[in-house]
């Protein structure tokens, strides 16, 4: 009965400092937010049509021809501050994402954009073609219901599960785990990556001038947005899945597509462009084949940065460790150092003249 009671007690305690140290990672930012405007809107988009003539008199659940379906379009919330600076800045997000990814944390802290928003930015945040808010599309696909929260736990380098990487900047407690988990969403339809590209250009069409954030597989159709719309001003990419090269310089295993024409390719020279990567990636072989895919990813970020630089580009890759902030995720703008890698791009946004 002693043990019992003993185990009973050392549950509870354990149980009461999750919950302190939960709370204490949640304390909220108490300076009010004061924003002038903010708002929904839809972005880029086609329009399909069924062959035949459409009924009104019919049964509404019957199914009829001459009709048309909206979709494959961004959707976008916004928000501008009072005395917004120049540049805006426009959030993609990851595979598996929605614009969530940068709202929030998993532990409830406030995510990037209302910590851009405090620093006088204004924010557009999307939702892809087939994702989230923007589900609407004109192509259909399977959506699955496997389990697969392990998988992401060791792909987003959290740890080799159920272990969690030593000195991670990853909340350890159930409740943090299960809202990222939460935080997953599927496509909805088939949608390629010019659709997104398009989706994008028309966000930019409609916000102006402004900086691109992208995550993960946000990275090439961001490459892509800044070759075809002339409003991205600089790219913030936070470890990118893949690159574009110039044809006939693309390097074996890219997952950023064939080579575009080097017209294209020198649009990415003209703009400032600074390539973020977390922790945990080895620099030989391992058995791990999460940990091998983000080591082939980051060695071709190195050598696609001296590829755009070598034509006059102006792009840094930069490996937190190397600049001593370790620990990080595949979310680094979520981790719960958010604020100090918040405070380097805020920094190197300076260094750019891109905070006026």
């Known amino acids: ?11 509870i305690l354990l149980l009461s400092l999750s919950y302190i140290t939960l709370q204490a990672q949640q304390k909220p930012n108490t300076k009010p937010l004061i924003i002038a405007a903010q708002g929904t809107f839809s972005a880029g988009g086609t329009v399909v049509k069924s062959e035949g003539v459409f009924d009104p008199l019919k049964p509404w659940n019957l199914p009829q021809g001459g009709q048309t379906r909206h979709g494959d379009h961004a959707d976008v919330f916004y928000q501008i501050p009072q005395k917004a600076k120049h540049h805006s800045m426009v959030f993609l ?3 598996g994402q929605t614009r969530r990814s940068w709202q929030t944390t998993a532990d409830g802290r406030e995510g990037f954009s209302d910590q851009f928003l405090r620093k006088g930015y204004g924010v ?12 609407q599309t004109t192509k259909p696909a399977q ?3 496997i389990p697969d929260d392990q998988t992401w736990f060791t792909q987003f380098r959290i740890g080799l599960y159920p272990a969690f990487n030593e000195g991670v900047q990853f909340p350890k407690d159930s409740l943090s785990l299960d809202r990222f988990f939460r935080m997953m969403s599927p496509n909805t339809g088939s949608v390629d990556e010019t659709t997104i590209v398009n989706a994008m250009s028309a966000v930019f069409d409609k916000s102006g001038d402004g900086i691109l954030f992208t995550h993960s597989a946000g990275g090439a159709p961001g490459w892509k947005t800044a070759i075809k719309n002339d409003h991205v001003k600089a790219i913030v990419a936070i470890e990118p899945g893949g690159f574009a090269f110039p044809e006939g310089e ?11 024409p080097l017209n294209e390719f020198m649009k990415l020279t003209k703009i400032p462009i ?5 922790d945990f990636i080895p620099k030989d072989e391992t058995n791990a084949a999460s940990l091998n895919f983000w080591r082939k990813v980051l060695a071709t970020g190195r050598q696609w940065a001296k590829v755009v630089n070598a034509h006059g580009g102006d792009v840094s890759i930069v490996h937190l460790p190397e600049i001593g902030i370790k620990g990080n995720t595949h979310f680094i703008m979520s981790d719960l150092n958010s604020n100090e890698i918040a405070d380097v791009i805020t920094k190197w946004l300076k260094e750019k003249k891109l905070d006026k």
């Open 124 to 135: 557009y945040l999307v939702d892809q073609p087939g994702r989230g808010e923007a589900g």
């Open 1 to 11: 009965m002693k043990r019992e009671l003993r185990n009973y007690a050392s549950a």
């Open 93 to 95: 997000h990851g595979y």
């Open 143 to 145: 959506i699955t219901a």
């Open 250 to 260: 693309v390097p074996e295993g890219n997952r950023g597509g064939r080579g575009i």
């Open 274 to 278: 600074v390539v973020y990567f977390g």
